[in-house]
């Protein structure tokens, strides 16, 4: 018996359609300047692998490069590229890993909820972390918590011990939680120091950062969210 042909979900065929009008030199917008790379956060899935093929055929149509991204890359694995002008997630589970990419690579964003076929695009620009180590370096569009001994620093100020330490961007630079207790802003570096492997969650999702030291670096505008609404200016 032959199986069914399984039909993409509307989402799905939403983002599909978004994801072909964005990348067309004819559209109605000036989000960016010519062509660069589309990444694509994506599992493995029959409605994931058949929008990578929309995206792949869209992209070579276009003269656009497309870059893929696992659903849950640990601290520092991000792939380096200079040229990423879109981040999309093909489902809306992976909203956090793009949004992470995005504020990493500094490009736009877009999640099958705010894909919208034929409308008006504008670019909301939202606040980030950068996170950077010998080991490597990262980014943080919503959280970074730490558990277990740190210390840190922000700015001139003297250095402090912590068991836990939570770090969210805002609109004024960073938001430091310590101890599931004290919060404070900082508008400059945050310095922490690991003496140890420390357990982690950056936008919610584990990893075992190595020791050593690493500085948490605010970016008022670290990426951009596209919105249907009135033409971008």
């Known amino acids: 018996m032959t199986a069914p042909v399984r039909t993409p ?4 065929q939403q983002l599909s359609a978004t994801v072909e009008q964005l990348l067309d030199p004819a559209a109605n917008h000036d989000l960016w300047q010519g062509r660069g790379t589309i990444a694509v956060v994506r599992g493995f899935d029959k409605d994931s692998r058949s929008f990578h093929r929309t995206v792949l ?64 695009w504008r670019a909301r620009p939202a606040a980030s972390l950068t996170l950077s180590s010998d080991a490597g370096s990262d980014s943080v569009a919503s959280n970074l918590h730490i558990t277990g001994p740190v210390r840190y620093r922000a700015g001139e100020d003297d250095e402090r011990a912590a068991t836990a330490l939570a770090v969210e961007p805002c609109e004024s630079g960073a938001l430091v ?17 690991l003496d140890e492997p420390a357990r982690a969650t950056l936008d919610g999702h584990p990893q075992l950062l190595p020791e050593g030291e690493y500085t948490v670096t605010p970016r008022l505008a670290g990426f951009r969210h596209l919105v249907a609404g009135a033409s971008a200016a």
Do not use: K, M, Y
């Open 177 to 193: 939680t310590v101890d599931n207790d004290q919060t404070h802003v900082t508008d400059g570096e945050l310095a922490i120091t």
């Open 57 to 120: 055929r869209a992209a070579a149509a276009h003269g656009w490069s497309v870059t893929d991204v696992p659903a849950a890359p640990t601290f520092g694995s991000i792939p380096e590229h200079t040229d990423v002008q879109l981040v999309v997630a093909a489902r809306a589970s992976l909203r956090a890993v793009a949004e992470r990419c995005a504020a990493h690579w500094g490009a736009h964003v877009i999640c099958p909820e705010t894909a919208h076929d034929g409308a008006d």
């Open 9 to 12: 979900t509307a989402s799905g």
